[in-house]
């Protein structure tokens, strides 16, 4: 199979196309002729030697992919050969074919062309998961996302417009802050100029954010606490401003707050099934009928996986960034 191998911990540079032994399913899995996968920020991570694959994933960068299913493994009943899925992955993306525990093997959406496709499963899991199963968002409540420009900002805007939540983002430039509302974002926040605190506060008479999903981490840490409206939930679900920050526990208190921190790659087997299923039940339907869409910023070849990670690295693009082998 072509796959994208790396030379050494590193820049872009260091990622090239290759050729490597074609896997084969085991019990319970099933095998993925890839049609695209995507670019996470997770990849730079460990393209970076900074985050490396579970115990038994593949060393190959990439968390989902779309595509065709080749071969079943032994006990895998409910799907077969030539089904078109999306799955999400603990790596192995970054290839022509990958395995897939079958729990974690989602159908297309309908309306979805199948490269498409590729963009949905890591930003439906991690939104899904984490601001509906984990921090309860719901209707009326004010639901602040940062990086609205990004995968999962994009996706978690209209998500929670969606369900009827009054949606705050931050973004770094006017045109994804206007991408932003487009979206369904009530209140587009520029964090270089603007606070965010002060800026919600305000927007919300003083009551703050019900439920915050943030990537940043220990940076954005007390003020994420300072925003939240009294029983608020902060969830936490990437680093990108560090991994210590300070926690006022009293501020904390008063409001009766929580602080939640996720992460999806890790998680066993059975449970990210769960978390696939429940997104197959509640979010799919909404991607069928229009409601949410996948953004997609650029497709480019697996070939230029360099250039598809300087995109995303330099947050010049909007949305996903999908490659196809």
Known sequence: MRAVTQSSPGGPETLSLTELPDPAPGPGEVLVEVAATAVNRADLLQRQGNYPPPPGASDVIGLECS??????????????????????????????????????VMGVPEGIDLVTAAALPEVACTVW???????????????????????????????????????????????????????????????????????????????????????????????????????????????????????????????RGAVIATALRSRPVDNKARICASVVENVWPLVA???????????????????????VEDGDSIGKVLMTP
């Open 289 to 311: 009928d229009g409601t949410v869409k996948p953004v997609v910023s650029e497709v480019l070849s697996l070939a230029d996986v360099a250039r598809a990670h300087r995109l």
């Open 129 to 255: 998961s984490n601001v509906f199963m984990v921090a309860g968002l719901r209707p009326g409540e004010n639901f602040l996302v940062h990086g609205g420009g990004g995968g999962i900002g994009t996706f978690a805007i209209q998500l929670a417009h969606a369900v009827g939540a009054r949606v705050f983002t931050t973004a770094g430039s006017p045109e994804k802050l206007q991408r932003c509302r487009e979206l369904g974002a009530d209140v587009a926040i520029n964090y270089r100029d603007e606070d965010f605190v002060e800026v919600v506060r305000e927007a919300t008479g003083g009551h703050g954010a019900d439920v915050v999903l943030d990537n940043m981490g220990a940076k954005y840490l007390p003020r994420n606490v300072d925003v939240l409206a009294d029983e608020g939930r902060l969830v936490i679900i990437g680093m990108q401003g560090g991994v210590k920050g300070e926690l006022n526990i009293a501020k904390l208190l008063s409001k």
């Open 67 to 104: 595509g065709t299913i080749a071969a079943l493994g032994e006990g895998v009943a409910d799907w077969s050969v030539g089904d078109e899925v999306c799955a999400l992955l603990a790596g192995g993306g970054y290839a022509s074919h990958v395995v897939v525990p079958v729990g974690q």
